[in-house]
């Protein structure tokens, strides 16, 4: 069978190929972004640092062993493979100034700076970033008191959200049914229990209703270009029940994202962010991730924003990308993305996440994956928590896989999707069978 968006991509217009590209992180956006760059006819090869079992034996990738936050061993190892261009996958290096490093030893690295990564290091920052910008975002109070926080909670009843701080892995919301729950958990990350510094300040902010979208851009700090709209599933059980997790499966384009929303999202939030970045000397280059409320009557709210492509997003929306994704990385590092279009083939693609039975909380690892040379053509298995092992393929951490089916018919995605999951077996392994719900109940009315 053709898949002809699956052919390579070509676009040598800006620089000289062959070229090579480091990307950072293991997860299943990393693997979602070798995958995409390692079809560019311009990319020679792609190293992911320390990357997954996916990464390993995707064509024209090697991993290489060195941890996300060792910024001196990516630099050299940057320097000895003339390396081209690196691009950074998770928050934690961001946050912790990767870009200044790579920019004192003059290289190219595809990421926001420290100062622009606070939108995501800091709930705080992010908030009052937004109140000095009048960028739509739910009413909140920041503070490190105790019985300011009890306070603000006893004034605005419930639901009501408690938010630490600081980074908690997507883990540090707690959206709480009635005042007990709230004062209990703000107490909990206050004293620093929960989650140890990242908490001992917290927001909490009133509740927001309606449906949730990701929206993803890439910015030079200046220009912008979209990606696909997506929608994630947090909880990790079907129904939303359970605790939240990095998310359980994405299908992209969300319906909910329709032209009069997206027009909104980027007059309001998007453009306004840009332009506020780099007026406060702090412009933002880099993927930008705007998780977003959007209530019955297409008002758009900012839940959060991260300073990276998400995941599990990344993985059916970058299936979808026509566009050459080095391409447009330079171009946004050289401050050129003016210049630049972005493509998507029409076809929806959903993403399925099998996760090790337990996560969020506790699991185990180093179950055997069988199954994977059994995924239907069409569908692609994008690895996260996967290491090589003597030869086999084992589960290495809490989101194990996410399998992609694209389809110009959302069912037949989604059917695309879940065929791969049943052919998908280790130890324990669980996942959500009602990925795409919201989209299956918007075709049936
Ligand atoms: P965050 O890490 O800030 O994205 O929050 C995690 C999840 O908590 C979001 O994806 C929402 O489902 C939920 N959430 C966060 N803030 C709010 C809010 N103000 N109103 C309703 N739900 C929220
Ligand atoms: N899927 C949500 C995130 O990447 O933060």
């Not at 002809?4 to 956006?29: A, C, F, H, Q, Y």
């Not at 008191?145 to 630490?164: N, Q």
């Not at 998908?424 to 959500?432: E, L, N």
């Amino acid at each position: 069978m053709e898949w002809p968006w699956l052919l390579p991509v070509s676009d040598t217009s800006d620089t000289n190929s062959p070229m090579k590209v480091l990307i950072i992180g293991s997860g299943g956006r990393e693997h979602a972004l070798a995958w995409a760059i390692a079809r560019d006819d311009m990319v020679e090869h792609v190293f992911i640092a320390p990357g997954n079992a996916g990464t390993a034996l995707e064509p024209k990738c090697s991993n290489i062993a060195i941890p996300v936050n060792d910024f001196d061993a990516h630099i050299e190892f940057c320097h000895r493979e003339r390396i081209d261009l690196t691009i950074v996958g998770p928050e934690d290096p961001l946050v912790n100034g990767i870009r200044e490093h790579f920019d004192a030893a003059g290289l190219k690295c595809f990421a926001p700076s420290r100062e622009a990564a606070q939108l995501e290091g800091s709930k705080g920052f992010a908030k009052a970033f937004m109140q000095r910008h009048d960028i739509p975002t739910a009413a909140y109070l920041t503070t490190g008191r105790l019985d300011e926080a009890i306070a603000y909670i006893e004034a605005h009843g419930s639901p009501i959200v408690v938010k630490a701080n600081g980074l908690a892995a997507g883990k540090g919301v707690v959206v709480a049914q009635s005042i007990s729950e709230a004062v209990e958990a703000a107490t909990e990350m206050l004293s620093g229990d929960r989650f140890g510094d990242a908490g001992r300040e917290i927001v909490i902010e009133e509740f927001l209703e309606g449906e949730e979208a990701s929206y993803i851009v890439m910015s030079d700090g200046t220009s912008v270009l979209p990606f696909a709209s997506s929608q994630d599933h947090k909880p990790v059980f079907d129904g939303g029940l359970g605790p939240n997790t990095g998310g359980m499966g994405a299908y992209s384009p969300a319906p909910v994202v329709d032209d009069l929303v997206e027009a909104k999202i980027l007059d309001r939030v998007i453009r306004p962010l840009i332009a506020g970045m780099a007026a406060e000397g702090t412009p933002f280059q880099g993927f930008l991730y705007a998780g977003l409320m959007i209530s019955k009557n297409q008002d758009v709210h900012v839940v959060e924003f991260n300073c990276r492509f998400g995941d599990p997003e990344a993985q059916p929306v970058l299936y979808r990308l026509q566009s050459s994704l080095p391409s447009l990385c330079l171009a946004a590092v050289d401050s050129q993305l003016s210049t630049k279009t972005i493509e998507f083939d029409d076809r929806a693609a959903v993403g399925v996440v099998v996760a090790s039975g337990g996560y969020p909380e506790s699991y185990e690892t180093g179950y055997t994956i069988s199954g994977l040379d059994q995924i239907p053509a069409g569908a692609k298995a994008f690895h996260a928590g996967t290491r090589v092992q003597n030869d086999e393929i084992e589960t290495s951490g809490g989101r194990v896989l996410c399998v992609v089916g694209a389809d110009a018919d959302f069912m037949e995605a989604r059917q695309l999707a879940y065929s791969g999951i049943d052919a998908i077996h280790f130890k324990d392994q669980h996942y959500r069978t009602d990925i795409g719900y919201r989209v299956i109940e918007r075709l049936q009315h």
